[in-house]
């Protein structure tokens, strides 16, 4: 255990031996989330997988950095079936701790295997379109759609128990009972699992299966799961009757054999001579059909591989997306805000939806406005040093970040960092930015008097006119460069207008 000040292993003693910090509250929060962890992971290997979800997720609560608890809460919700849970808590996992991290064999082994997170995927899809169906009471198409996600997800209790609740609408109470027994294999102590089969044991005692009428000729016995009916007694027939039948039986199989077996014979005989033909022609339609069912096949085959591979890269960019935003996120709570921008860069904003897009709209600004600063510090810095190298690439992204940090004083030492290392083109480009967004101010005029032609008046979209800025700017010497942009001393770049 370490100390949450200063992060140096804490002793026996309720302080810390090094900063001398009181460290008894947080060593009684530590050990509340380890016995919750350790509560979570005995309900987990007697399978209730509910139970272990509830003290895992305090566990967390308590120690939102406790990887053990993350990594086997992620397992928990991928056994029952919810595969987009178990990434979430993955990659929180990963983000928490990079190295040696049981997350990342769980991340590899779902990202190598698209078929089988797009079938979980689907599988989801179909289940909330099934909940849809029954909330508009379309129980028949809501039974469908769920069989078809069971035989995708077989472990998603979830759809075990929304299917037993149709079965019971349509009083289909043994079906109902099968799926509730599913789900309970799965997760033994579910409570829904539990007061369903409750529910149902109740319904069954009120709609009793009516009693079969009694036969006194009879004689019924159970044989397994079957009933057998035996008559009583057999009565005998009188030998008059027996000849009766006799005859009978002569009679009909005599007509049968004049009305049925000749004609059938005489026909078959007849018609032998056209057999081959047609076996000949239904075997050739036979073929012609099972060519363009296979051409249709390998059509639809290639467009769902197409729209598999769409997907997929799609996926990609999302758990890409999120796993920047998350580490964007790591970066600004430690106050690293220049690694917070450049993971933000890395999102892409149209694949966030919910709390992620809220989260990346929240931080994004505050996030950029402090890089920009941190950039333009340590490129002017790096100019001071006259390493226009450095200093061309920090003040760059500090004026991509945001154009007027430090009141456009990154833009002008961007422009003199490419005037210094030789490339004008560049420089004027630059310069020009400054004498259209900052006219009559010293920095303007400045800008003016290093370019290598005189400046356009109104060339940038966002400019000002400025004519007449350039008068006196040749007396500018370079002794401006070597003083921070915020001294007021003679030749330093300031917004003070004429």
């Known amino acids: 255990m370490r100390c949450l000040y200063c992060g140096s292993t804490l002793s026996d003693v309720d302080y810390c031996t090094n900063c001398g910090a009181d460290v008894s509250v947080y060593k009684k929060i530590i050990r509340l989330s380890n016995a919750l962890y350790n509560d979570g992971l005995e309900k987990a290997k007697v399978r209730d997988l509910s139970g272990a979800v509830t003290s895992l997720n305090l566990a967390l609560k308590y120690n939102k950095n406790h990887v053990q608890a993350r990594n086997l809460l992620g397992l928990i919700y991928y056994e029952m079936g919810e595969a987009v849970a178990a990434l979430s808590q993955w990659v929180i996992s990963k983000n928490v701790q990079s190295k040696k991290n049981p997350a990342d064999y769980f991340l590899n082994d779902l990202q190598e295997n698209q078929g089988r997170l797009e079938t979980m995927n689907t599988s ?23 069989k078809k996600v069971l035989s995708m997800n077989p472990k998603l209790v979830k759809a075990y128990q929304l299917l037993a609740l149709c079965y019971m609408k349509n009083e289909d109470y043994g079906k109902a009972e099968s799926m509730l027994r599913r789900a309970g294999k799965i997760d033994r102590a579910n409570t829904l699992t539990l007061h369903l089969l409750k529910e149902l044991n109740t319904f069954k005692g009120v709609n009793p299966k009516p009693e079969e009428p009694k036969n006194e000729d009879s004689v019924a016995y159970r044989s397994g799961n ?22 009978i039986g002569l009679l009909v199989g005599a007509a049968l054999m004049w009305f049925l077996v000749l004609p059938a014979r005489m026909q078959a005989e007849k018609g032998s001579s056209n057999q081959s033909e047609i076996e000949f022609n239904e075997q050739l339609s036979s073929k012609n059909a099972n060519i363009k069912q296979l051409e249709t096949d390998l059509a639809t085959a290639k467009a769902n591989e197409e729209e598999a591979k769409q997907q997929a890269q799609a996926q990609d960019v999302k758990v890409t997306s999120y796993e920047q935003l998350l580490a964007a996120y790591a970066a600004y709570s430690a106050e690293d805000t220049v690694t917070a921008a450049d993971a933000l860069q890395k ?36 100019y001071k040093k006259g390493d226009f190298a450095a200093a061309i690439q920090d003040l760059g992204q500090a004026v991509e970040l945001n154009a007027d940090v430090h009141n456009g004083d990154a833009l002008f030492y961007l422009a003199r960092a490419y005037d210094r290392s030789g490339d004008q083109a560049n420089a004027d480009k630059f310069y020009q930015q400054v004498y259209d967004k900052y006219p009559n101010t010293n920095k303007a005029r400045q800008s003016a008097s290093y370019m290598s032609t005189p400046p356009v008046e109104g060339a940038n979209a966002g400019g000002e006119n400025a004519s007449g800025n350039t008068q006196g700017s040749n007396q500018t010497n370079d002794n401006t460069d070597q003083q921070p942009p915020q001294d007021a001393g003679e030749g330093a770049p300031d917004n003070t207008q004429e």
């Open 347 to 382: 999102v892409d904003a149209a694949s966030l939806s919910g709390d992620a897009k809220t989260l990346y709209d929240a931080i994004q600004t505050d996030v950029n406005t402090k890089a920009a600063e941190e950039l333009y510090t340590t490129g002017y810095d790096a």
């Open 226 to 247: 079957e009933t057998i009916i035996q008559p009583k007694t057999f009565k005998d027939n009188t030998g008059m009757s027996t000849v009766i039948n006799i005859i």
């Open 124 to 146: 989801i899809k179909k289940f909330n379109q099934a909940l849809l169906y029954c909330e508009q009471s379309s129980d028949d198409l809501a039974v469908i759609q769920l």
